[in-house]
């Protein structure tokens, strides 16, 4: 196990609360339209154009492309607003020491997010000089379940992903990560994330002996 590739919302910081709140006001001012909670599936995981896609879709509504890449600056702007109150209390339970582990054992870190704010959030988190390497979701030429994201994150550190372990809440991101040839480590229900190859329930089971024995049995 040479690299770990990381999912950032819901896996490091729920920040993924945040982007469905900024969906949801943006919906509510342009259209007085409410998101159904069930909705937020769909946007988990997946790239903002993405997100917006099946939100209009659902509502059925149709916008042009300038109001589209519009909306989406607009929804950034709201979710970057709440971001700002992000500090390092946001990390989510068993990953600062889950990292440490992985640090010990010189295995690089990379994150695999869809979100264009990664650098930014990792930032308020105080974990950016933590990592090796941010793989740039506006340079893949396809979002998850398509691997680009977890291709590029392997490779900004210089690792075959088949020497890698990625981490997932979401089944776009389990898919993408199975589709790169990493192990799939999900965390999360066992009925949503079935395909992972090892699950966890939440991040605080997370553990960093049983990920290896996987990554042994998995090589």
């Keep these: 196990m040479k690299g770990v ?7 490091i910081a729920d920040t993924s609360v945040y982007h469905f709140q900024a969906w949801r006001k943006l919906i509510k001012d342009h259209f007085n339209r409410d998101l159904p909670d069930e909705l937020e599936k769909q946007t988990k995981g997946v790239s903002r154009k993405d997100s917006l896609t099946a ?21 950034n702007k709201v979710f970057r607003e709440l971001l700002a109150s992000l500090t390092p209390q946001n990390i989510l339970p068993g990953i600062s020491d889950l990292i440490s582990q992985f640090k010990q054992h010189d295995v690089k870190l990379s994150l695999a997010s869809a979100s264009l704010n990664g650098p930014y959030i990792l930032e308020k988190l ?19 379940p398509a691997p ?6 392997a490779s900004a550190i210089n690792v075959d992903p088949k020497d890698c372990v990625g981490i997932e809440d ?21 009925n949503e994330l079935s395909e992972a190859k090892l699950l966890f329930p939440d991040t605080s089971a997370l553990n960093y002996d049983q990920i290896e024995s996987a990554w042994e049995e998995f090589k």
């Design 126 to 144: 105080q974990l950016n000089s933590v990592f090796d390497a941010i793989a740039d979701p506006s340079k893949v030429a396809a979002g998850k």
């Design 5 to 11: 590739l990381f999912d950032l919302d819901g896996v």
């Design 170 to 190: 979401s089944i776009a991101g389990i898919k993408a990560i199975n589709k790169a040839g990493a192990l799939s480590v999900g965390v999360g229900a066992k």
């Design 148 to 153: 680009d994201i977890f291709l590029a994150a």
């Design 55 to 75: 939100i209009l879709n659902y509502l059925d509504i149709k916008v042009s492309d300038a109001d589209f890449q519009e909306m989406t600056d607009e929804k």
